[in-house]
């Protein structure tokens, strides 16, 4: 019997997906408070910088019947694909402050004229708890996927910059410029240098359309018996921004290869 071609599969759930993708199903994070606002708000998630590999991830042994740390490097990625059982998507949202660098910002989508650094995060995840600062309890997630980083100007006020949908109805209208950068985490295919862009896109029809294509294609790749899984720290739950940092340096050290 002919062995069907994943290639074929993937043109076909890969368009099904994109159509899921475009009725926005994500986990989004609010956007930017008015100027001056201090606040110090719980975030969906505080994204790594650059997701990086876990040693161990918890499995259940049935010989002494506890749950137990399993080294990554010692499972099939179909045992790995199991315990990753959250499908998510995290969008948070920075935005660039008078001294040049990054400030996580809440309240609500609409963005006013600025810079911002927008983080879509697709995954399939889970938790994995960390102490930070003494007895103070987070959740690293864990987990495999793509993130799509995107560098936004607003041209004007008013704008809604809480996904990859709106940016786009964005752009058609004038209200923002800017860039996608896209990298794929945690897996191993030969289909993801030819399938995941590369280079830089623009913040335009086509850059967001690859956008969503690449999202569907990584979920497609995820599930296929030929893809080799490592999941990886992509970041910290349960935390306060102002409290994030030290719960990141956390999460390093507990979780992954290299602290």
């Known amino acids: 019997m002919t062995k069907p071609h994943n290639h074929g599969r993937l043109h076909l759930i890969s368009g099904a997906l994109y159509a899921i993708w475009l009725t926005g199903c994500s986990s989004v994070v609010p956007g930017?408070?008015?100027?001056?606002?201090?606040?110090?708000?719980?975030?969906?998630?505080?994204?790594?910088?650059?997701?990086?590999?876990?040693?161990?991830?918890e499995t259940f042994d049935k010989k002494t019947n506890k749950r137990i740390d399993t080294d990554i490097l010692t499972m099939k990625s179909s045992d790995i694909r199991k315990r990753l059982t959250n499908y998510e998507t995290f969008t948070t949202i920075q935005k660039r402050d008078t001294s040049g660098g990054f400030t996580y910002v809440g309240n609500s989508v609409k963005a006013a004229k600025g810079t911002y650094r927008i983080t879509f995060d697709y995954t399939n995840s889970r938790t994995q708890e960390i102490e930070f600062d003494g007895a103070k309890k987070a959740y690293g997630q864990v987990g495999v996927g793509l993130r799509i980083t995107a560098e936004v100007t607003t041209l004007t006020n008013d704008v809604d910059i809480g996904g990859l949908m709106p940016l786009g109805i964005a752009f058609k209208d004038n209200k923002v410029s800017g860039s996608l950068r896209f990298k794929a985490f945690g897996l191993s295919n030969d289909k993801v240098a030819s399938l995941i862009p590369a280079d830089v896109q623009g913040l335009d029809v086509s850059g967001i359309q690859k956008a969503f294509e690449a999202a569907a294609t990584v979920r497609l790749l995820i599930s296929l018996d030929e893809t080799t899984l490592e999941p990886n720290l992509i970041g910290v739950t349960g935390v306060s921004v102002s409290e994030s940092q030290n719960a990141l340096e956390a999460a390093k050290s507990q979780l992954s290869k290299s602290p």
């Open 32 to 57: 930017p408070a008015p100027d001056g606002a201090k606040l110090d708000p719980q975030l969906a998630i505080i994204p790594l910088t650059t997701p990086v590999p876990i040693r161990t991830i």
